[in-house]
């Protein structure tokens, strides 16, 4: 339990009688802090999420699936993880390419192209 000079402290920056009512910016304070609990941990799943999103979009433009990719990467013992990656992916699109090569290599799911969708012929489709 905090005192009324922490609650009042951590309710610094809230919206009407939260910030300096006693009651409401308990109950606002403790919210608050559910919501940091929670988000800390969801921050970590964004994070990885948009990591294998620049990771599949730098391996989609040398035609490769992702899945395939890490597990050519797995059988060769590369051991960077999916942030590295991405940033490689970003930044050293050369480097990148060399780790593509050699998950292509490691894994016979790699050779097989990546079609991309076909474009429709829109002047057929007028009725």
């Not at 940091?36 to 699936?65: C, E, F, P």
């Not at 395939?68 to 590295?84: A, D, P, S, T, W």
Request: aromatic content about 8%; glycine content about 4%; hydrophobic content about 35%.
């Amino acid at each position: 339990m905090m005192n009324k000079k922490e609650i009042l402290k951590l309710a610094k920056g809230f919206r009407g009688r939260a910030k300096n009512c006693i009651r409401i910016a308990r109950e606002r304070v403790e919210k608050a802090l559910q919501y940091s609990y929670r988000d800390r941990r969801t921050k970590k799943r964004d994070m990885r999420s948009l990591w294998i999103q620049r990771v599949s979009a730098g391996t989609r433009q040398h035609n490769v699936h992702y899945g395939h990719f890490m597990h050519g990467l797995k059988k060769e013992n590369i051991q960077l993880n999916r942030k590295v990656l991405s940033e490689i992916s970003m930044h050293e699109p050369f480097s990148f390419k060399a780790l593509v090569d050699i998950s292509r290599e490691a894994f016979p799911g790699n050779r097989h192209i990546y079609h991309r969708p076909r474009k429709v012929d829109m002047s057929s489709m007028d009725a």
